[in-house]
């Protein structure tokens, strides 16, 4: 046998005196399990983990955050620890370790501790050296005695001191403040604080004096600004007309400042002049003018109207724009298409605006008008003037942009603007449900239509080129013809003559002769588009009745020109067309030649495979032991040794000793002739 | 002695299970509370092997040019052989080698298919393979944690016959 050839045969009989273990083994499986930890240790379990963990982390001590490392550098609050420098323990929740920080701390909230050094930053001065304070370690060292830790000292609160932990305590012997909202209050006093609010109120009101108060009665007490402020809040709210006037009047009298301040109608005041507003030629200083008023809307009305007008301007300006670039494109420079595209979209845009301002200026219009007729919003009417105006804009709104009174709908007054909500939402829920191909077909499609827009403007604007160009031809044409006459008017003379000379002699011949000249001029026509027929029906008329030999040899080649023109841009197509289907062959023929490849190699592996199994499937000439040899040998010694086995039973078993003696020698017999054999 | 490190991680998410693993990398992730427990024990320094599949031919030519296998019953009565008598463990099948490794587990694996996934892919140990665990010294086992060391191999005597189409019909791929 060839060394190269390796015969597969089977061990029929194994008798391992040894295992080793070694490098690479011949049945080709390493090592199944590497057991490196005796079981007879300890191996926690999960359940043990978690429990050791538990117990471990049982302990009040918190880790610190290893995010802000405990030190709160800015007023940004931590995301780890929120603020409280320490980390949630195993398995606790952000809920779970918000609610036992708040019960760690007696105010209710997490306090952050501002521990870094307020000398340095992260331990170093500006000028890069230590920190003398902190020795570089960034952290304030210099902590305040453990009795002093944490003081606070808030407004109107008793001072709020800590523990060494940085644990707040607060004194819950505080007073509460005067202001209603107060978070440190409310923090003290938690749920009690609306009932000790309400004790305090009437403690502080009963030692109020009469001159307190701004109507008789003891109501709306004005005793400071911030009082004198609520109840001008609250009585613009709950009281008559005369208990305005008189809380008004009482507390302009004892507040100026309030007064002078721009007040609004619940009491609250702008702290600067908003500068949204800065355009606006409307002043709120009166009630009258208070949001929601009529005048109010009117203004709104306006205010939107002005938009929808400078919208319209703009796409206006928009429109003027694409057609000039669409011009520009015309003329040659293509890149101009993309701004094309870009600039129908900008209109598009402001279209949509532009639908959206003037459906509100006509709303507001409405409210605005509504008040006029017969219903008070906020107390006030719109003027006569206004409520003119308001229906000249809703009119000039109308005609601009087509009837939108939702009172000529089925649905209530704002039945358009929930149609308009409808759809929206139509279309998104529409689009949400679409599947990615529907979604992209749809897509593809808007894309062709604003393609097939934008061509349509390009188109537009060659035809208008083409016009232009042939005006051009013909005009130019006439000055030629003009500069001949000047120049030679008797050959000008004698055409006319053989002209003449030819309608006497043939008037058929002439409508021949208009039709033949008119054929290339349709030709020409057809060439150029349909925008330019007014322009060809002149051109046309001027060379029947005027056209010069040079002319028509102008013509005549110009036609020769563009028909040639026309054959080279179809050859050229052609040969495009014939460069396709020859790179079309060959990828084809690429594709046949590399599966015959893979089919070579296929057909050589199969081949390969059957050679093997041939191979496997014939007797190896370099068997040892046949087959049949040894399963005959193994099926004699089987049966002697069952033989003998039945026999070393009998002659242990039995109580005749003859029996027995009988079956020793049958026995020595037996395993004399397995030696011999 | 050897330090094993046990990290319990915890995701801050919801409905997510708590995994207790053995690591190294003290920054497996910065997402979870972690909290280390050392614990020391002692490494055993035992490995599972595969002794002898049946019906699956040797990966390697053996030093006689042939590629072996064997069915079924030869491996289970190899295996009870080996396992009754001798008990034996060398290294590298070289002379004086012996007594380097006891073994504590040697048996036939009755019962699925046992898939280990392991670094050098999916191993599978099917109903009939011989299966065993040894103990190792402790140079050994160095030998083994280098990678010097890889698998088992029988030495022994054998009658070797050519095989019939069923059984070669038989021989399993894995």
New interface residues.
Partial sequence: MP?TE??????????????????????????????????S????T?DE??A??AE??KTDDRAKCDACDGIVKSDDVCKKCFGSGV?????E??EEFIAAVKASAPSGAPVPVRTDCPTCVNGYLPDDKVCPDCDGSGKDSTEPPSDKLNRVDADGHKIHEGDAKGREKIDKSAELCDDDDCDICKELFGDEFTVEKAKLKAKTRNALPDSAFALPGRRYPIHDISHARNALSRVAQNGTPEEKAKVRAAVHRKYPEIESATAKADGTTFSAPNPALATSDSTVATDANAPGSSTWEAQDAQTATDAAVALMAAAELIRTFASREAQEVAAGEGSDVVDVFDASQALCAVNDALGVMARLAFHEGLEAAKSADDVEKAGKRLSRKSVSALATARDHITQLLGDDDPSKNDDNDDGATKSVELDMDKLSKEIENMEVDELTKWADARDEKLVGTVGEIVAEALKGKAAMDEAAAVSNAKNARNKNRKKNPKAETDALEDEADQGTNDSASSPATGAAKSEGDEDAAADEGTGADETDDAAKAADEVELTPEEIEAKKARKDAKKALKAAKLAERELATKVALTKSIEESLAKVVEQNEVLKATVETLTGELDG?KK??A??TI?????AD?QIAAKARDDRDMQILALERKARESNDPDVKKAAREDLRELRGAGVAS | MTDVTYRLRISLEPDTDTVVEKTTDPNASEDVAACEIFKSVEESRVTVGLAYPHSKSDKGVAADGHIDFAGRSAVEKACWSFTSKSRSIGIQHRDGTEGHGTVVESGIHRGPDWIIKGDGGEKTIVDGDWVMAVQWDAPTWDLIKSKRLNGLSPQGRAKRGTPTPEALASLRSH
């Fill in positions: 060394d390796v015969a597969i045969t089977e061990l029929l009989e194994i008798d391992p005196d040894r295992v080793d273990a070694v490098s690479s083994p011949a049945n080709g499986t390493d090592w199944l399990i590497l057991k490196a930890i005796d079981d240790e300890t191996v926690a999960t983990v978690l050791e963990i471990v982390t980390l949630p323990r195993l398995g929740t952000p199994v496997m499937a007797p190896s068997s040892r032991t046949a087959p040894a």
